[in-house]
């Protein structure tokens, strides 16, 4: 089917709760996109240091971790939309705190505790339970497809929310805001996300709920899984690789590192990552039809390879212009991996599995990623090491690549 022939049937295929899942997915993904323009800016005027930055995004990513862990192991027995709507709440506690008060303890508590997002990247719960529900809803040859819109919309989302969170910073300056003042009522606007996510998921149906569990294979069980563990185990040692590597390279701190290389104002980092989120949106819907050619393992591993030598090249560029070039570039095919991973995920497990394989290799990712900012944090704080965080993530997904390809590529 051509890209054109599914966005036509796009209207088709979706129920009611595909169109609220897509929604909830846009509004999301718009919050993620304006805080991570803001959020080391935000924390940096209120008077903490890179480590102390770096340290709060590990400990919010570790955080995350343990809570998806839990919501979405649980999901498929405990009801999806419960566990959207106390993922949604969380959500909501983290950015009221983080705007309430700048205590380095209660901030790392609710780092801890609740669900916050420091890049454009899915965290907490919703991804891994809003994907399941999807899968329920559609048939398995429609999958892919639908995943490549569902990442669009998020791709196209988060954009938007860069471009915002940039512009409104740079009016709050014109308007004579100073400080921590420009960036908090971006931390609030986050939080009130949170509430609206959490009365939208109210309106989810039983028809995207988990089909009965099969009782014989209860007693096999392990975080929701039984007869998939093998794979998902697999798949979630290769996705930690590749998210520890993505950790060193989080929007928030490629924005913060042209900020202090180039001396960008606000609102033209909100444009750049407007403009590379857009040439990800389009790199991800394209993974669809790529995928259906070569299939979903090549598909993964020869669109990330590349994005991953751009990435390094990214710090070499001797002009911000050049810099931002490359940048754009790797956005251009970053994403054509995520529609393609997911949907390999989905299509290996059992239907009663896919909340808790999905939320498994989520969190290993959410591992991962979680171990790399702390370390960051200290690079950007020495001048000689401000740039390491690129080399250091296109290196590390770079082999990710090679053993995936190696692992699976016989297996599709």
Known sequence: MSLALL??????????????????????MFAYGFLSIVLILYLKA??????????????????????????????????RKRMLVLGALLMAAAGAVFALTSNFVWLIIAATIGVLSPSDKEVGPFLAIEQAALSET???????????WYNLTGSLTAALGALVGGFACQEFLDLGATGAAVYRPLVVAYSVVGVALAMAFM????????????????????????????????????????AF??????????????????????????SIFFVGNLLAAGSALAAAALA???????????????????LILVPLMPSVELA???????????????????????????????????????????????????????????????????????GLKIVYDLILYRAFTAEE
Do not use: C
Not at 328 to 335: G, K, N, P, V
Not at 351 to 360: C, K, L, Q, T
């Open 7 to 28: 966005k036509t049937h796009l209207s088709r295929i979706l129920t009611a709760d595909g169109w609220l899942l897509f929604a909830t997915r846009g509004l999301r």
């Open 245 to 270: 590597g993505g950790g060193f390279i989080l929007q928030s701190i490629v924005a913060y590192w042209f900020s202090l290389r180039f001396a960008l104002e606000p609102a033209v980092l909100g």
């Open 324 to 394: 931002i070039a490359v940048l754009l570039a790797r956005f251009s095919i970053s994403q054509m991996d995520v529609p393609t991973r997911q949907s390999y995920t989905m299509a290996v497990v059992h239907p009663d599995e896919r909340s808790a394989a999905s939320g498994i290799t989520t969190v290993a990712r959410s591992v991962g990623a979680a171990l790399s900012p702390t370390l960051a944090g200290y690079m950007l704080a020495n001048p000689r090491w401000t740039s390491a965080p690129f080399f250091i993530a296109g």
């Open 203 to 242: 309106f989810l149906s039983k028809a995207a709920e988990a089909p009965p569990q099969d009782t014989s294979t209860q007693h096999l069980r392990w975080l929701g899984l039984h007869r998939s563990r093998s794979v998902v185990l697999k798949l979630s040692a290769l996705f930690a690789l590749d």
């Open 46 to 79: 209120e008077g903490l240091s890179e480590e102390k930055i770096g340290l709060l995004l590990t400990m919010t990513l570790l955080g995350d971790t343990a809570i998806s862990l839990w919501i979405t192991t649980s999901a498929d027995r405990v009801g």
């Open 138 to 148: 559609i048939e398995d040859r429609q999958r892919t497809g639908v995943f490549a």
């Open 292 to 310: 259906r050619r070569f299939g979903l393992i090549n598909t993964m591993v020869f669109t990330h390879l590349p994005s991953n030598v751009l």
